[in-house]
Nanobody, 123 residues
Framework: QVKLVESGGGEVQTGGSLRLSCAAS????????VAWFRQAPGKVREFVAR????????TYTPVVEGRFTIARNNAENTASLQMNSLKPEDTAVYYC????????????????WGQGTQVTVSS
């Protein structure tokens, strides 16, 4: 079993930055891909970014490409999401996910989830 705990959320103004962290325990996640999803009120949980376990290749949803950066630290069993140039439409609860069993861009493909951290971007 993998336990994931996100941190680093908060409220920032448009154009600001936040760095989210995801700390894993219970299992070494270095052989798992890691993803970040987000869910705004009344909307479905959507894919944000993913980093492959073996190649380190990264993939982003187009609306965050160039603004967000996903990374991982296998030595510390953690992952992160650096978010720059934040916009009000980035406001959501952000979730860390580990271990994809299918295509990475669907929430249903990921086995382990954190509890989420709120990100609010004010205009």
């Amino acid at each position: 079993q993998v336990k994931l705990v996100e941190s680093g959320g908060g409220e920032v103004q448009t154009g600001g930055s936040l760095r989210l962290s995801c700390a894993a325990s219970g299992r070494d996640i270095s052989s798992y891909s890691v993803a970040w999803f987000r869910q705004a009120p009344g909307k479905v949980r959507e894919f944000v970014a993913r980093i492959a376990w073996n190649t380190g290749d990264t993939t982003y949803t187009p609306v965050v490409e160039g603004r967000f950066t996903i990374a991982r630290n296998n030595a510390e069993n953690t992952a992160s999401l650096q978010m720059n140039s934040l916009k009000p439409e980035d406001t959501a609860v952000y979730y860390c996910a580990v271990y994809s069993v299918g295509p990475y861009d669907s929430a249903g493909d990921w086995m382990y989830w954190g509890q989420g951290t709120q990100v609010t971007v004010s205009s």
